[in-house]
């Protein structure tokens, strides 16, 4: 495109005369058309798994790509897990609870994630968006019929969501959510360095020793490491985040809160003595 500052800008073209300039041909750039939809893999966008792109209003994307939160473990019988646009209080429970790195990334805009049923079989399904993010974002109380019928794409062109931080993992690298071979044997080598304790109670179950289990800090049933163990007894591990679903028999409950009863009776005595 050519400027034609001899008719449109008239003290212009003196000055660009006067100080013997000259004229400037002006070509414009070609806009390049990123494809909206990319695979998000360690290799080819380290960004989307290493940190956060801290934008005026905590935005994130890799290369600009907005991005979504999800679970992607279900089991059958359970409600689907819904992903997430935005930090919504969801998301800031699922972080103080500890269970975080249960959460992978993507920029997929179709609908379909990609899962795995039962921490076995691998596949495509539609999950929804997340009611609290949509009704937090919007600020107010949403309906079903809001997230039935939300638009990825739709959304992405008129918003910019965020994340305080992001998980490690993305959907290019979805382990199972399945306990190791060993894990028998390495559960009962934790219990045994702690001498069959509770860690929360401090209960002593040696005596049964099936009523003290080892629970996995962040959710993540493959992370073995001891820093993310911790022994509790049955009643403590069902208090745990999202952990009400266990079940526990009137006989095992007695015997725990017995035990506990014993302990403190022991410990006092034992000040006693002092």
């Known amino acids: 495109m050519r400027l034609d500052t001899d008719t449109a ?10 100080i013997g300039a000259k004229e400037k041909f002006w070509e414009p750039k070609p806009q390049i058309d990123f494809p909206l939809e990319i695979e ?3 290799t080819n966008h380290p960004e989307i798994t290493a940190h956060l792109f801290d934008y005026p209003f905590g935005l994130i994307g890799a290369y600009g790509r907005q991005c979504l939160l999800y679970i992607p473990y279900i089991t059958s019988g359970r409600d689907y897990p819904k992903f997430h646009f935005m930090e919504c209080s969801t998301i800031k429970q699922m972080r103080n609870g500890g269970r975080f790195e ?4 993507t920029n997929k805009v179709s609908g379909l994630f990609s899962v ?3 921490n076995h079989y691998k596949q495509e399904v539609q999950l929804d968006v997340c009611m609290n993010c949509l009704s937090e974002h919007r600020g107010h109380r949403v309906s079903i019929f809001s997230v039935r019928n939300f638009d990825i794409k739709l959304f992405f062109k008129k918003c910019q969501p965020y994340f305080k931080t992001l998980p ?21 080598t934790y219990r045994n360095s702690v001498r069959w304790c509770c860690e929360q109670c401090g209960v002593n179950l040696a005596e049964r020793q099936n009523l003290l289990h080892t629970h996995h800090r962040d959710g993540v049933k493959t992370n073995t490491s001891t820093k993310n163990l911790i022994a509790l007894c049955k009643l403590c591990h069902i208090e745990q985040f999202q952990h009400n679903h266990m079940s526990i028999t009137e006989e095992e409950k007695a015997f725990i809160l017995g035990m506990r009863r014993r302990n403190s009776e022991n410990e006092r005595k034992f000040k006693d003595m002092r």
């Open 40 to 42: 998000v893999t360690q």
């Open 9 to 18: 800008f008239e003290d212009l073209t003196a000055l660009i005369r006067r």
């Open 102 to 105: 249960r959460y992978i990334v």
């Open 168 to 188: 490690s993992g993305h959907d290019g690298n979805i382990p199972p959510n399945i306990y190791r071979n060993n894990w028998d044997a390495i559960s009962a």
């Open 116 to 118: 795995y049923i039962n």
